[in-house]
């Protein structure tokens, strides 16, 4: 979804995920969650938070970043860096880690891997934000499979992992199945790379309605573990089970959280979104500057593995 002024995008019964444009940053957490010795010259308590958990948000103020710290390890803004009102030592005053996402082809290899080599704590490279969305990066299969390669590239170059593609239910036509896109863009890179696999070494996957767990089954075809990088419940169809009040998508999270949680295939995953206007979903996590509404204070203490 766009990442402060998301619109819905309903497909038949599901509201779709979108992402922000792209413009080129993070590492993952210490598997114990533990935040470090704070940047401030001070030591931030010691807690014990989800390495898993994070947020798809753009935060531009500190005092948001410092709200959901003591619950979420990482967060992402559909960019290669943080916001510039972030400051550089976001993961010694917070315990979280910035993940930079590559949105499309439109990149500047050289540039993004110097700063990749600049930052060797950065471990992890989010691609292609949903493909298949007409809205969003918008890319057959068969032009996925010919950008592929850069994307391994800048990994080969830096070492960082591949998490992507970013896959959603969408509007491309003939695609809008995430596994029917999936299954054409690795026919198409077998087909041009002398029957080589894609280097994916995650694959990401974006839900806003009930079945999370069955959606993923369905991608458990490919052997990949997922970063699930957005998610919510935005059910809206009246039919007794839309999403209309907090309470609901409290329930709601409480429950996608469990699966997320409780699957080892799930590697990571980002509640969408931090700060929503006009919020359709009773989605958002912050309200008032560097204040957690009812649903972000939920968030952060739902149980962990």
Known sequence: ??????????????LLGC????????????????????????????VTKSAKRGIAFDFAAPADLAAVAP???????????????????YRARYGMDFIPMLWNGNFDAASTESFLKAHPEIQYLLLLNEPNLNDQARMSPQDAAKLWPRYESVAANTGVKLVGPAMNWGTLEGYS????????????YRGANGNRAPRIDYLAFHWYDYGLAGQLDRLKKYGKPFWVTEFANCHSQKDGAQIDSVAKQKAQMADMVAVCESRDDVFRYAWFTGR???????????????????LGAHY???PHR
């Open 177 to 188: 199945d995430p596994v029917v896109w999936l299954d054409a863009f690795y026919a198409a």
């Open 1 to 14: 979804m766009k990442s402060l002024v998301a619109s819905a995008c309903i497909t038949a019964f599901l």
């Open 300 to 302: 952060l203490s739902l």
């Open 276 to 294: 929503w206007t006009n919020d359709p979903c009773f989605a958002s996590l912050l309200g008032a500057p560097g204040t957690l509404t009812e």
């Open 71 to 89: 619950g979420v390890s990482w967060w992402y803004n559909w960019s290669t860096r943080p916001h510039a009102n972030i400051p550089s030592d």
């Open 19 to 46: 992402g922000a444009s792209p413009s080129n940053t993070g590492t993952p957490p210490d598997d114990t969650g533990t935040p470090p010795t704070g940047g401030d010259g001070g030591t931030q308590p010691v």
